[in-house]
């Protein structure tokens, strides 16, 4: 691998920091949770504790990226989805049906109610915005530029943009 083929993988900042703190928390909730913290729960904690969220959100992007960088194989978009055969559903006069369980949780419904659907073919399909979520990120992952943190790109390209370098 050479060095432009490398994730991002930024230092670990100092124990004690304020920057740090945020780190400490995301390795925290990775922890509890037993898989990558949700960004949204970090610096909710970190601000709990009085910390300013926008460094708490930088941060945490800095720990995810060094987090995902030292995960050796990432997860497949595909990796929860579970599959269920053909099965009889009743839709009632007013067009509802229910989805059985199995289904909801093959869809990975369990924790976010919304789907999106569109009829193709005389098809209906039904999509759960997780599982759209994994479609687009699969679909994307080609784009990707190793070594390149996407953000912090975007970011210069901006300050750039607004004369502030």
């Given at each position: ?137 699969r679909e994307f992952r080609p ?23």
């Amino acid at each position: 691998m050479t060095p432009k083929d490398r994730p991002v993988v930024y230092s670990r900042p100092r124990p004690g920091t304020r920057t740090g703190r945020v780190w400490e928390v995301a390795d925290e909730v990775t922890r509890e949770k037993g898989r990558r913290a949700p960004r949204s729960e970090v610096v909710d904690r970190v601000a709990a504790e009085g910390g300013n969220r926008a460094t708490a959100n930088t941060q945490y992007q800095r720990w995810k990226s060094s987090y995902e960088a030292a995960v050796e194989d990432p997860p497949d978009a595909n990796e929860d989805l579970g599959n269920v055969e053909w099965q009889s559903l009743t839709v009632g006069p007013d067009g509802r049906f229910v989805i059985p369980r199995e289904m909801r949780e093959a869809m990975l419904l369990d924790k976010d109610p919304q789907v999106t659907a569109h009829v193709e073919a005389g098809e209906l399909h039904v999509v759960s915005r997780r599982v759209a979520i994994r479609r687009l990120q699969r679909e994307f992952r080609p784009l990707k530029r190793p070594g390149i943190s996407e953000v912090d790109a975007f970011l210069a390209d901006r300050k750039a943009m607004w004369g502030e370098e």
